[in-house]
């Protein structure tokens, strides 16, 4: 009883190690000192399948020298315990049977076993393994003993106390093994996170960190210095607001989509979404944002975001350029058609007629030869000013080239379009003035009524043209001949013939006297 209850002290004793190289001395300790053998060690199993004997107590130097440093295939050992004797959980390989297989130590001599039967002796060749396994079951070394220090092979009870020992210094390599893969991993993740925060806080791109529940974004809980910069803001300011104040209105619906995609594609990216955000100046600027979710709780996203606003503008000017006349800024040809198409589909459904104006200038070259065509350019920009004013801003004001204009309009009966006809012609007809002459501009206009009769958008224009050709026809009919009239002075001298476009000379009263 005394003999176990010293185990038990022993093996409260080898639970205390901090570490697994502290675990296994311990353990090689307990054994030399409360088990009655001279010298033990343990070789302990690493997780390659590698045996190496790694602690050691009772043996002289050479024993260290001859067991420490080398690690050999884990076949090798169980290939000796499996033709070892069975003692219980132990095993014992007789001398007769001994052979290096693995690392080994032999004593010269073994002491105290003078008087002793040779039978029961203890041979220097002898050897006894105990195997040291987790609570599942799992080997994790092997122990082994030698010089016994009665020089007697063991017997029952200490074979029994060895045993007991084993079973604890098993669960306590296993504890050991548990711990240090722990620190390992504390020390793995603090070097993770100090690698994330050098990297998060030193990139040259803004990154934040978003908190996510069920319904989507929530709050920033970390921000770089890139993202403050980015969007105008303070940390301190950015940790106070939610994550819906920093977007545009408009994007906000936006916004929860991607979030919501992200959600459902936890450990993937979600990229190239670009949304607008507000700057704390109140500016907006344009962001392009790869997005990746790490599963909670809480869940969370890490969002990479840059400015794009220079490339949106590059962008929306190409597009400007691509739909509009860059002299006058209205629409062109190619704008038109989206717009006119939807017009003629709402008149075949039944939702309304509109009406396709078509404005040519009458003798627009008069200027250009006249006055150069920068006075031209006056002229158009003049007038593409002028047709705007009398539309609605649903309405489409398109120039198609030249001195040809065309008006879109929706929802106009047969009154509303010679009203909208007059309007053109006295509007467009007001005089223009341009380096002190005073231009009287006429313009021709054809209406082509939308209708479900109407085929296409190419039917559409030129039914307006040719209504326009009819309709300067009629002009010129009435005596209204192409031609210039000559300049009228302040004196009020008139030469010329009569034409659609008049150049009538301003002179400064000093110039008049």
Known sequence: MAAIRSVYQITGRINTGTTLAETLQLIVDAVVGGVGFGAAVVNYLHPEGEYEAVALAGAPEEAREALFGVRYPAAEMDALLERAERWGQLRFLPHADFGEQIPSWVPDEVPGGDGVPEEERWHPLDALFAP?????????????????????????????????????????????????????????????????????????????????????????TRVNPAFCELVG??????????????????DLDLAQVVFATALTRQGEQVRGYEMRCLRGDGSVIWVAATMSVVAGPPSFAIMQAHDITDRKATEADLVRR???????????????????????????????????????????????????????????IAVAQRL???????????????????????????????????????AVSAPLVYAGYALHIGVSVGVAVIDDTVADAGAALRAA??????????????????????????????????GGISLLRLVEPETAQ
């Not at 300067?472 to 300049?487: E, F, I, L, P, S």
């Open 388 to 426: 705007v004013s009398l539309v609605r801003p649903q309405d489409i004001v398109a120039r198609l080239g030249g001195d040809e204009f065309v008006l879109l309009t929706a929802d106009v009966d047969d009154s509303g379009r010679a009203r909208l006809v007059e309007r053109i012609e006295r």
């Open 322 to 380: 691509a739909t509009h006349d860059p002299l006058t800024g209205l629409a062109n040809r190619d704008a038109l058609a989206p717009p006119l198409s939807a017009a003629i589909r709402r008149a075949h459904a039944g939702e309304g007629r509109g009406a396709l104006l078509f404005c040519d200038l009458d003798d627009f070259k008069v200027v250009n030869d006249t006055l150069g065509h920068e006075a031209g350019d006056a002229v158009l």
């Open 132 to 220: 040291l396994r987790a609570p599942d079951g799992e080997l994790v070394g092997v122990l082994g003993v030698d010089l016994p220090q009665d020089g007697r092979r063991p017997g029952p009870l200490q074979r029994e106390l060895l045993e007991l020992l084993a079973a604890q210094a098993g669960i306590a390599i296993d504890n050991a093994n548990l711990v240090e893969a722990l620190q390992r991993e504390r020390r793995h993740l603090a070097a993770s996170e100090e690698a994330f925060r050098l990297a998060f806080d030193g990139a040259g791109v803004g990154m934040c960190i978003i908190g996510l529940d069920s319904t989507g974004f929530t709050r920033l």
């Open 465 to 498: 043209d040719i209504a326009m050709y009819q309709a300067k026809d009629r002009r010129h009919g009435n005596g209204r001949t192409a031609g210039m009239t000559g300049r009228v002075t302040a004196h009020g001298d008139r030469s010329g013939a009569a």
């Open 233 to 250: 803001r303070s940390e301190h300011d950015l940790f106070a607001m939610k994550m819906g104040g920093l977007l545009h209105p408009d």
